[in-house]
């Protein structure tokens, strides 16, 4: 299965950009990245997710790299309510319609004033 | 209505009790999950229901019961649970299907302390 590396702890300044770098070295071509964010003691909300191309939405940017490799999930101002632990997916290729997600091991993310 | 519904969102229970989890969306979403999380780490899977039918057990103990009563519901029975099965009990759905990437939508989670 695919996996994925992530550094344990960032820090960013309010309004700065945030960058979460995510290493995915083993991912097959069909099997997409996610990135959710879990706030103390909630459930994980979605960010963004993508297969080979960079997306955008309201929330964030997400770059993959052209070997598909690594991908970076971009905050563009970071905010105080952007602390969270940020977790980068592998969703895995799977018999039928069975998709499974393998987590990293997530980032915390502290946005400090 | 883009929500996933857990109850109970705390629960206390003894080795001996049976109870519940509960889990509710209407989002027409055809694939629902259960995962447990513990303290400082990511998710892990315990089940996946694809079309009402459980399509994935990640060799959970047999105390954890699923059940997918219908589209929309999904439900965890609890029985002679231990202490170290005290966790965050999220649940997720999804719409399946191969192709292009579909987001996967969390409850709030159930707080469950086995004492």
């Known amino acids: 299965d695919a996996k994925t590396t992530q550094p344990p702890s960032m820090d960013c300044a309010e309004g700065r950009a945030a960058n979460l770098p995510c290493n995915h070295s083993t991912i097959s071509g069909n099997e997409y990245v996610y990135w959710y964010r879990q706030i103390h003691s909630q459930g994980p909300q979605y960010i963004i997710h993508g297969l080979k191309n960079n997306e955008t939405n309201e929330m964030a940017s997400l770059i993959i790299t052209e070997d598909r490799k690594s991908s970076t999930l971009i905050l563009p101002h970071a905010t105080l309510r952007d602390t969270a632990v940020y977790y980068c997916?592998?969703?895995?290729?799977?018999?039928?319609?069975?998709?499974?997600?393998?987590w990293g091991l997530g980032t915390s993310l502290a946005v400090n004033p | 209505d883009t929500e996933v519904t857990q109850t109970p969102k705390h629960l206390v229970m003894g080795m001996t009790n049976k109870k519940s989890l509960k889990c509710e969306q209407h989002?027409?979403?055809?694939?629902m999950y259960w995962y447990k999380q513990k303290a400082k780490k990511p998710p892990e899977l315990m089940f996946v229901y694809s079309y009402e039918k459980l399509s994935i057990n990640e060799s959970v103990p047999s105390r954890f019961s699923p059940e997918c009563p219908n589209s929309s519901l999904l439900n965890l029975h609890l029985h002679a649970l231990q202490p170290e099965d005290s966790a965050l009990y999220l649940c997720a759905s999804s719409q399946p299907g191969r192709g292009s990437g579909y987001g996967y939508t969390f409850g709030s989670g159930t707080r469950l302390t086995v004492v």
């Open positions: 997916i592998v969703r895995v290729a799977g018999a039928g319609n069975n998709r499974k997600l393998i």
């Open positions: 989002m027409g979403h055809r694939a």
